[in-house]
């Protein structure tokens, strides 16, 4: 028996001690591959901050941590080899400003492990040490706190796992399957597109009637004002009226396998652009690589599509189309302005009133890009001093719609008054009053002065709210979900601007790269736009489309809600921690509600009757599936995953 005691008590020694000879590793976050992090801006810092210098917090240098920036995430592998990861956080020393706010947080096992403070700009870091020894994929994140992402230089100093394992290694983020969700349209008639459109008395009319189904169609309409004719076989309403008034037109597309009709209110008086307008511009693709070739390519690509048949209907010419001053580019320098003044084109674009033309042939819109200084944001030749020159060639082409960006205005402004920030937007204002042609005026200033205060007022029918556009989630979350407050300055003529869509391929230059959005981000994208009454301008090559990306830009209910002839901009009514739900009165009496996950992890919201003020049965319908729900007494759950949306329609 002592022998047998003996024997247990030997290998219970052993075994304690291979528990203790079990090696205990330190692994530096730095050492493994940082460069799957996303970033809101910069590049990930290998014991560097973000912009590449030595890691600094509060006066003290770090020789090891990861350098980002605010929104970001990295994803770490750790299949339970990790016991504890431990970093000290905070905001890098190069912030020489007041701003830049920050949260750090870590997510694992479905689940928030650990979260810092609010971090300042100056303020002491945090220290964290946390138990991740059952966790089989860590995340680590840092979010902008509130004002927005400038200056969020954050830091990961001193971060190390230790390991008795498998080993820590990064890893992409899973994106998940690109689902299509909405249904096709039927091969029998459906008209699509706005119910309502102005034009000024006496300025060109341009219709194409949205109608998707078997060609070849035959158009038809009643109520037409006496100066306007339709194309029966294009379905192209032109001309131009005189008298003002409300005009009540029935629509009937018709082909082989029946007809269909829909009312059409042409508001022949003083505002144009009565709902957002709906097209594409060259910058989040093509940027200065754009040339005369590719605009007529995306025309041609927004019928070919069919996209043009959902109510797209702008093509739209960004920056980089005149002359670059002081160029010695044979293809983008020389003459800027002929003997009379009038801007000149660079050879990329040999002649804008052919390409006007084209477009205008097959019932599109075409829009173009200057600004009130010497020159704009790429270097090209702008307006300053030649608005009402630039005015009179813009309707001489036939341009249909401005962007008029601030950029080079900066070095002419005094400062940033309001009267400083007004002053080029009228005397713009006022050179387009004096053509007699509808031009849509896109102010492009980036929310200076809280301009959705006072963009109506220079006649702007749309104005940017905030910064350019990425596609990114950060970039993409901190610009929508900051339009809050911003419904009330909003409405038929007039329309705030969050920037434009990044879906497809995009890339600000000749090389393109499929969106950095996952679909369910792309969901959120679109439907959060459309709630906004936003202009909802493709960005992408439109001669790429997928599948998927067509199915986005191509749910005629989606477009309904944008398109919405009362023109109410969503307004949020419901946040709660990262669950959001925001919700558009339509001219029906229906309701657009999206329903937000801006979360990690998928999670269940709740949308009560109450916080629509609203009661009674109600019906709700999927608007991306098409599908009725079922009826509802007072309130409607639905599971959302991260970072997704469930929107959805309310009736009576």
């Not at 006007?356 to 020159?375: F, W």
């Not at 925001?582 to 109450?610: C, Q, T, Y």
């Not at 916080?611 to 049965?617: A, H, T, V």
Request: charge should be negative; hydrophobic fraction near 40%.
């Amino acid at each position: 028996m002592n022998r047998i005691y003996s024997i247990v008590i030997l290998l219970f020694i052993i075994g304690l001690s291979r528990v203790n000879a079990q090696s205990i590793d330190t692994i530096w976050l730095s050492s493994l591959d940082i460069n799957k992090a996303s970033l809101g801006w910069g590049q990930p810092g290998q014991n560097k901050s973000c912009q590449g210098n030595p890691i600094t917090i509060n006066g003290i240098q770090y020789a090891s941590g990861f350098g980002t920036h605010a929104n970001s995430s990295l994803y770490i592998s750790l299949k339970g080899g990790s016991q504890r990861f431990s970093a000290i956080v905070g905001i890098d020393d190069e912030v020489k400003v007041s701003i830049g706010t920050v949260v750090f947080s870590i997510y694992g096992a479905g689940q928030l492990l650990w979260k810092s403070n609010i971090i300042k700009a100056g303020s002491p870091p945090e220290k964290f040490d946390i138990n991740v020894s059952r966790i089989d994929t860590l995340l680590l994140k840092v979010d902008g706190a509130g004002d927005g992402n400038g200056w969020d230089h954050a830091d990961w100093a001193n971060a190390y796992f230790l390991v008795s394992g498998t080993k820590p290694v990064t890893v992409g983020r899973i994106i998940e399957e690109a689902v299509i969700l909405t249904p096709k349209n039927p091969p029998s008639p459906q008209i699509h597109g706005p119910k309502i459109t102005g034009v000024r008395p006496g300025h060109d009319f341009l219709f194409r009637i949205p109608a998707t189904g078997n060609r070849p169609m035959e158009f038809s309409a009643k109520g037409l004002p006496a100066g306007l004719k339709l194309d029966e076989k294009s379905g192209i309403i032109s001309g131009n009226e005189n008298i003002p008034g409300r005009y009540e037109v029935e629509l009937t597309a018709t082909n082989k396998l029946g007809s269909c009709k829909r009312k059409l209110t042409i508001a022949v008086g003083d505002q144009i652009a009565l709902t957002p307008p709906l097209g594409w511009n060259s910058w989040n693709c093509f940027a200065c690589a754009v040339t005369q070739e590719k605009v007529f390519a995306a025309a041609d690509a927004m019928i070919n599509s069919g996209l043009a048949d959902h109510g797209w209907n702008y093509i739209n010419i960004d920056d980089c189309w005149m002359v670059k001053p002081d160029s010695d580019d044979p293809i983008l320098g020389g003459k800027v302005r002929d003997e009379a003044g009038n801007m000149l084109t660079n050879k990329k674009f040999p002649d804008m009133k052919a390409l006007a033309d084209k477009v205008h042939s097959r019932g599109l819109k075409i829009g173009i890009y200057s600004g009130p200084g010497p020159k704009t944001c790429a270097g090209y030749e702008a307006c300053f001093m030649h608005e009402n020159q630039d005015a009179a060639q813009f309707a001489k082409w036939g341009i249909d719609y401005l962007k008029y960006d601030w950029c080079d205005y900066e070095k002419i402004a005094k400062d940033h008054s309001l009267p400083e920030l007004k002053k080029p937007y009228v005397t713009m204002m006022e050179a387009l009053g004096k053509v007699d042609r509808d031009i849509v005026y896109s102010l492009c200033q980036y929310g200076m002065g809280d301009v959705w205060e006072w963009g109506a007022e220079v006649n702007g029918n749309c104005w940017r709210t905030t910064g350019d556009i990425t596609d990114d989630w950060s970039s993409m979350e901190e610009i929508g979900f900051n339009q809050a407050g911003h419904e009330k300055y909003a409405g038929p003529g007039h329309w705030n601007d969050p920037d434009m869509l990044v879906v497809g391929k995009v890339g600000w230059g000749p090389d393109l790269h499929p969106t950095r959005l996952s679909p369910y981000e792309q969901y959120t994208h679109i439907s959060l736009w459309a709630l906004l009454a936003s202009p909802l301008l493709i960005g992408c090559d439109m001669t790429q489309l997928d599948d998927f990306t067509f199915n986005l830009l191509s749910n005629d209910e989606v477009i309904d809600i944008n398109q919405d002839p009362l023109g109410k901009q969503a307004s949020r009514i419901l946040q709660l921690e990262n669950m959001e739900i925001w919700a558009k009165p339509l001219e029906d009496g229906s309701i657009a509600v999206g329903m937000f996950n801006r979360g990690m992890f998928g999670s269940k919201i709740v949308l009560k009757w109450s916080d629509l003020g609203i009661s009674g049965k109600r019906t709700i319908r999927d608007v991306w599936t098409q599908k009725n729900l079922g009826v509802f007494d007072t309130r409607f759950e639905a599971s959302i995953p991260s970072h997704g949306v469930k929107l959805v329609r309310i009736y009576r």
